[in-house]
């Protein structure tokens, strides 16, 4: 099922953030996508994340910075693969990211969408029919300890989505919404009628809440870890994992 499945579908890996929160671990001074995970960089280790799942077919979106070093590392270490590059020249935002990879993509497919520091023990697509797609969007949840901290989805009994919160006081629930998401190709039309939010930025979770709006939101929960590697503590804990 998983090649059937990934056919039709494009990998478009945001890698454009540069990651303050990394800056000089490791003496790291460029961006958090080429910090050094177990001798190799983060970047690739997404790339093998996603081939694992059976991905063929990558869009990574790179800050014009570091694009050339992105580029380099990843080609040497995956001479055989279809990846292109898009730049994201301002970080305004995850959906605007989204959007940068827009020309690369074909009428027909259908879009992974994740986000370059988020890595999984188990492959969510396992139990996912995208034959049984047609439109919409889905994201894929995890239950937390403390959903305060992330984006929180209110879901029925049916898997709906019927709200997204970005850090909410009083959360709906304790499904912390993860950093991989499906997309049809309606989600650029999505992105061209948002608007910035306080921080300036486009968010991912208005971008979802377009489609929880027209009742064309899904869930799938994941098991097994999840880690969202955008600190030093939390790279230490995922090299445990990969260890």
């Not at 890996?13 to 790291?28: D, P, V």
């Not at 301002?90 to 020309?103: D, F, M, N, R, T």
Request: aromatic share 10%; glycine share 6%; net charge negative.
């Amino acid at each position: 099922m998983y090649s059937l499945v990934v056919r039709k579908l494009k990998s478009v890996i945001a890698a454009g953030g540069l990651g303050t929160r990394l800056q000089n671990f490791r003496e790291n001074d460029s961006t958090k996508i080429l910090l050094d995970v177990l001798g190799v960089p983060m970047i690739n280790h997404q790339i093998n994340q996603l081939k694992n799942w059976g991905c063929e077919d990558f869009v990574i979106i790179i800050n014009p910075d570091f694009g050339d070093l992105i580029k380099k590392v990843t080609i040497e270490a995956f001479p055989n693969l279809n990846i292109q590059f898009v730049i994201q020249n301002k970080p305004k935002g995850i959906s605007h990211a989204l959007k940068q990879a827009e020309s690369c993509i074909y009428e027909d497919e259908k879009i992974l969408f994740i986000l370059g520091d988020n890595f999984f023990e188990n492959n969510p697509l396992e139990d996912f029919d995208l034959n049984s797609f047609k439109k919409g969007a889905y994201i894929f949840t995890k239950s937390v300890k403390n959903p305060e901290e992330f984006g929180v989805a209110e879901l029925d009994k049916s898997g709906n989505v019927l709200s997204i919160e970005e850090k909410p006081q009083a959360p709906k629930s304790n499904q912390a919404v993860v950093g991989v998401y499906i997309f049809d190709e309606t989600v650029f039309q999505k992105i061209n009628t948002l608007t910035p939010s306080k921080r300036g930025e486009y968010e991912i979770t208005d971008l979802c809440n377009l489609y929880v709006n027209q009742k064309n939101c899904k869930n799938f929960l994941i098991d097994g870890w999840w880690i969202d590697a955008g600190t030093p503590e939390r790279i230490i804990e995922l090299e445990e994992k990969l260890s």
